[in-house]
């Protein structure tokens, strides 16, 4: 069996802050940081194995993305990191694959509170809806699984980030890690609580793989699917039109329809990086 893993950072346990997760902002706290979440990364991986998994790729999916060491990855994974990827927190996701992780992910601005809420770039984005539900990351990104029909099984991070998935992926197996209690504060588990609720579910959802294989656990999203995307400013909205096919909603909204899911998750990243320099 063959696990694609897509590695967020804001999502581990104990991390709260942005000082936590960016390198340029604290080195030696980033550093600690980053290690904890390399060990909720193995605890996936590990896990996924204690059920029969066999293959991994592990595309890091935050900030630069060059948060992991690929010596210390467990399973032998491959690892994907690196920026300007085409699919972005997708890469590398394929047909070939069996399943999805999704680990140490967040959760949007506008649902409940999450620990450094955000949707792909919180200096331009303040609200996705995909098929007129708020969507997060991991609700976005499931277009890509939907697209290759692969299944999103698993997804770790705070109460709030599993909530926001469930819509889309109908009972995904998560690991609850944190309690948010605002967009800078959590309540977590210890690190080593955490590795055994990630082990866990992780080992689980690839038993549920194995014992069903159906399309019936793929990502739940109508197609032709539609993002709705709400800017800060007008400008950001107005620059967001310069792509085909993204039409104007309102002064800070736009609206992307496609049958293909893959390639509205691409026209969507089109956007997102187009409006990221002047957001900046």
């Not at 026209?267 to 320099?277: C, I």
Request: proline share 5%.
């Amino acid at each position: 069996m063959k696990i694609f893993l897509s590695s967020d950072m804001e999502g581990t346990a104990g991390v709260v802050d942005w000082s936590q997760c960016r390198p340029a902002e604290a080195a030696g706290d980033y550093a600690y940081y980053r290690d904890l979440l390399q060990q909720e990364v193995n605890a996936a991986i590990e896990g996924a194995m204690a059920a029969g998994a066999t293959a991994f790729l592990v595309n890091d999916a935050h900030s630069k993305m060059t948060n992991l060491r690929p010596d210390t990855l467990a399973g032998r994974a491959r690892y994907l990191s690196g920026r300007h990827k085409p699919l972005y927190m997708m890469q590398g996701l394929d047909a070939s694959f069996d399943a999805v992780f999704f680990v140490s992910y967040h959760g949007s601005m506008t649902g409940a509170p999450a620990a450094l809420s955000h949707t792909y770039n919180p200096l331009a984005i303040s609200e996705v809806r995909l098929n007129g539900v708020t969507a997060g990351e991991s609700g976005i990104n499931a277009l890509v699984a939907l697209g290759h029909g692969v299944p999103v099984v698993l997804i770790t991070g705070d109460e709030t980030t599993a909530a926001e998935i469930e819509p889309f992926c109908p009972g995904i197996r998560s690991a609850v890690v944190k309690s948010s209690v605002s967009r800078f504060a959590a309540d977590s588990v210890h690190p080593a609580t955490a590795r055994e609720l990630i082990h866990e579910a992780a080992r689980d959802a690839v038993r549920d793989v194995f014992r069903s294989r159906s399309r019936s656990a793929l990502p739940c999203i109508n197609l032709p699917a539609t993002l709705t995307v709400r800017f800060r400013n007008p400008d950001l909205a107005e620059m967001a039109t310069w792509i085909a096919d993204v039409e104007r909603v309102d002064a800070v909204t736009v609206r992307m329809t496609d049958e293909d899911p893959i390639r509205l998750y691409r026209r969507f990243v089109a956007v997102v990086m187009l409006t990221r320099g002047i957001a900046e």
